[in-house]
Every structure is written in structure tokens, then in C-alpha cells.
């Protein structure tokens, strides 16, 4: 059965504290893994795709990585306004994305 | 990025009547649409798929007869909540992909209160 499950579950960080956000999948037929970021009340907002184990891509403070099991989402020196829910989904054949439980995270000035 | 655009973003129905959200793909040629809902705290559920022209497929667990989705146009997929009850309040999000294209741009969703 595919899975997409994401930890921790809700995270706080200090504003500068680094660190890591994990998506791990079992999915047969794997096209794509997408990161997202989703406001309290918004559909959620693109951040990453990420299509083969070893590649990583980056935005600003944010780095993704994917290995044929999981991806990581790293926040380095966060700011307050980096917090937001972060969401991963799988794409599968048929372009039908499935998303992970989510992560929480909120930056304290 | 490209654009896509659900109303209403917010509406409040009584029990037993139907609703319509409508979900716009403002520059861009959407082949296929995916509904979702989101219940408070929790991640996006898929619905249903639905491809320009097809029949939508749903979801397991998801009944067709109420979640009535057209996907008419190139631009336009609406879903419509049939003899909405309470439980089926949520928060119902539409996405878009153009073709082969993977990416997925998502509406701003729809908070769906049944009275």
C-alpha cells in the first residue's frame, strides 16, 4: 500500500536554529516527490519537485534532498515567517498526487 | 507560476441543500483537476481525478452521487456537494496540471460550512 508519512508532526524552532523536516514514502511508480508550503487557510503553495534519489534543490533558506526512500526538507537559520505547515506528496502515474500528514512549524523571534 | 482560482472561498449552506465551488485555471490550459479536502490539522485528502471531457474518477470511499465534479472546459472544473449534511464540512481544495507537466498549482480552497 503507498504511504507518505511526514515527522515530526508539529516543530518549533528558535529564529536561526537550523533544521530538518522528513517525508518518507513507499510508493510504487514514483514520477515526482513535491514539497509545499500551506498557510492556515490557503491551498498550499509550491516549493520543490523532486524527480531522482541524490538530487537536492534550493531556495533561499530552504534545501530539499530526495533518497529512494525519503526526503528531507532543511531550514537553515530560519525566520519567524518561514512558519507554515510544509507538506510532501508523491506523484503517481496518472499525474495523482498523494500528501504526507504535514509538518507544523513554527519560528519564535 | 501559473494561476489558479477556486470560488467561493468561503460559504455556509443548510442542511439537505447543494453547493458549487468552482475551480478556474486563469492562464493556462488545465488537462486534468484534482479535489481534495482537508479536514483542521489534518493533510489534503484526495477526491477525485478528472481529465477534461472524462468522467471523474473518485477516490475510494468517496461517493460519487455526492461529490458531483465536471470538468467541462479547459479552464473550468466545478464540484458540487449534493444534500449537504454537517459532516461534510471542510475544507475542499482544487488543483491543475497542464499536460505532461507535473507540476501542480492549487487553488486558495474553499471553507465549506454545512448548518
Known amino acids: 500500500e503507498d504511504q507518505v508519512t511526514q515527522s515530526p508532526e508539529a516543530l518549533r524552532l528558535q529564529e536561526g536554529e537550523s533544521s530538518s523536516l522528513n517525508c518518507s514514502y513507499t510508493v510504487s511508480g514514483l514520477r515526482g516527490l513535491f514539497w509545499y508550503r500551506q498557510d492556515p487557510g490557503k491551498g498550499p503553495e509550491f516549493l520543490f519537485t523532486l524527480y531522482s534519489a541524490g538530487e537536492e534543490k534550493e531556495k533561499e533558506r530552504l534545501k530539499a534532498t530526495l533518497t529512494k526512500k525519503e526526503s528531507f526538507l532543511h531550514i537553515t537559520a530560519p525566520k519567524p515567517e518561514d512558519s507554515a505547515t510544509y507538506l510532501c506528496a508523491v506523484l503517481r502515474g496518472g499525474n495523482q498526487f498523494y500528501f504526507g500528514t504535514g509538518t507544523s512549524l513554527t519560528v519564535i523571534p | 507560476g501559473a494561476v489558479v482560482s477556486q470560488h467561493p472561498s468561503r460559504v455556509i449552506c443548510k442542511s439537505g441543500t447543494s453547493v458549487k465551488i468552482e475551480c478556474r485555471s486563469l492562464d493556462f490550459q488545465a488537462t486534468t483537476m484534482f479535489w481534495y479536502r482537508q479536514f483542521p490539522k489534518q493533510s489534503l485528502m484526495l477526491m477525485a481525478t478528472s481529465n477534461e471531457g472524462s468522467k471523474a474518477t473518485y477516490e475510494q470511499g468517496v461517493e460519487k452521487d455526492k461529490f458531483l465534479i465536471n470538468h467541462a472546459s479547459l479552464t473550468l472544473s466545478t464540484l458540487t456537494v449534493t444534500s449537504a449534511h454537517p459532516e461534510d464540512s471542510s475544507f475542499y481544495i482544487c488543483?491543475?496540471?497542464?499536460?505532461?507537466?507535473?507540476?501542480?498549482?492549487f487553488g486558495q480552497g474553499t471553507r465549506l460550512t454545512v448548518v
Open positions: 488543483s491543475a496540471t497542464q499536460g505532461a507537466n507535473t507540476e501542480a498549482f
